[in-house]
């Protein structure tokens, strides 16, 4: 996957390989030791309910629209007025920027996003947005749609994914974003040199208070640029499938959209993507499948859809518990004893761990509405460049994803 990545870069000839390559080597450690340590594991398990925690009390300020972005913007301000978050990106990029040979406000960006969605890390590195190099702002951009936040990891937990491939998978693709996004759009103006921490840029509140009220302030543009990015994007995927049911209904195709139905479409085109991460053939068309959806639709509608043949795998479990019948793995599976079809079957249990890493970013067409409008509201200067970058970062970002399946694929054993 990365050579082909190679051909669809901007300048093929000034990619950095040092930062592609510890990106790449960092993830596969940093799979070894969420996917084999019980250490790694609770690391990241408390990390991720540490910050739910603190993200809950915007429960009790607010009862409006996106309350989480609006109180994380008050708390960054605050931070910034104490200087905390002066120190962290210091101390974190500089560090990541020591390792990797990456910039470090970029590197401070795929970090965050380990924790943090899309939103929340352009909060963190909102006052280099105006200044920062167009391959650092792809960067950033690409990093932020390659994981999940962990207050979705607790989401996709409830509907049944297994909690230590979603936490793992987002740990891993945050080098793997880094190292892909230096191999897409490396850099090549003389004057794009990598950002250095030039903390004065940081602009500090005269007090607490009026820490606050520039948080609110931050907060409140970047709910209305979202809001509104997002309607705008919704409105045009709902115009595209209106068409592709226009065309569907006079070729005597029912539901050829995207909207209702991206399992004919998606199961074809994305088959080999699925083939070539290491699926089973018979799996292929299930996992391509749920790929499409998540490109189209978000990764929560995904995983609910994959979360099916998770409980399908359950009730088989329980049923040869209970009786010693042979069954036969088709797509619709028949439990004789229970009179009972489970719809679409099952899948491979390689299959239901690859699945699981790859579905596990939010590169899809929501979330590029949702980043340029909060990119967008926090560097109004830079949303011609944005809007330039947001089809490349899209591809990027997937690709990201999927390399961290791939990863998770040769580690699995079974």
Not at 306 to 335: C, P, R, W
Request: with cysteine.
């Amino acid at each position: 996957m990365t050579p082909s990545l190679g051909k669809y870069s901007s300048t093929v000839n000034h990619i950095n390989w040092h930062v592609v390559f510890w990106g790449m080597a960092l993830q596969f450690l940093f799979g070894i030791f969420v996917i084999k340590t019980t250490l790694g594991k609770n690391v990241i398990t408390y990390l991720s309910v540490r910050f739910l925690e603190l993200t809950n009390h915007a429960e009790s300020g607010a009862s409006f629209a996106m309350p989480k972005v609006l109180f994380f913007c008050t708390i960054l301000s605050a931070l910034n007025y104490f200087g905390v978050m002066q120190f962290i990106i210091k101390t974190i990029g500089g560090f990541l920027s020591f390792c990797l040979g990456s910039a470090p406000i970029e590197s401070v960006a795929a970090a965050a996003n380990i924790f943090l969605n899309t939103t929340e890390t352009a909060v963190i590195v909102k006052d280099y947005l105006a200044d920062m190099p167009l391959a650092e702002l792809f960067c950033v951009l690409t990093t932020g749609m390659s994981s999940v936040a962990g207050v979705s990891i607790v989401i996709f937990i409830g509907f049944g994914v297994p909690a230590e491939y979603l936490l793992a998978a987002n740990l891993m693709s945050a080098p793997a974003a880094l190292a892909v996004a230096k191999i897409s759009m490396p850099g090549t103006e003389e004057n794009e040199k990598p950002q250095e921490i030039d903390l004065s840029k940081i602009k500090k509140a005269r007090n607490l208070l009026d820490a606050v009220s520039q948080g609110c302030e931050t907060g409140t543009r970047l709910v209305v640029a979202v809001v509104v990015n997002v309607l705008v994007y919704t409105s045009l995927l709902s115009l595209v499938n209106s068409t592709l049911e226009w065309f569907g209904d006079r070729a005597g195709v029912v539901n050829l959209s995207l909207r209702q139905n991206p399992h004919l479409i998606c199961s074809y085109i994305l088959w080999p993507v699925a083939y070539i991460m290491g699926v089973a053939s018979q799996d292929c068309h299930a996992v391509a499948s749920l790929l499409g959806i998540r490109a189209v639709t978000n990764p929560g509608i995904a995983y609910i859809e994959f979360s099916k043949y998770l409980h399908n795998k359950d009730s088989v479990n329980e049923y040869q518990l209970l009786y010693n019948d042979t069954l036969t793995v088709q797509n619709d599976l028949f439990l004789p004893q229970w009179n009972k079809t489970l719809t679409n079957g099952i899948l491979q249990d390689k299959t239901e761990v690859i699945a699981t890493y790859a579905l596990c970013g939010f590169s899809c067409i929501q979330v590029v509405g949702i980043s340029l409008g909060a990119i967008g509201a926090l560097a109004p200067t830079r949303k011609f460049d944005l809007m330039n970058l947001a089809v490349r970062a899209f591809f990027t970002s997937t690709m990201a994803s999927l390399l961290t399946a791939c990863v998770a694929g040769l580690l699995y054993l079974g």
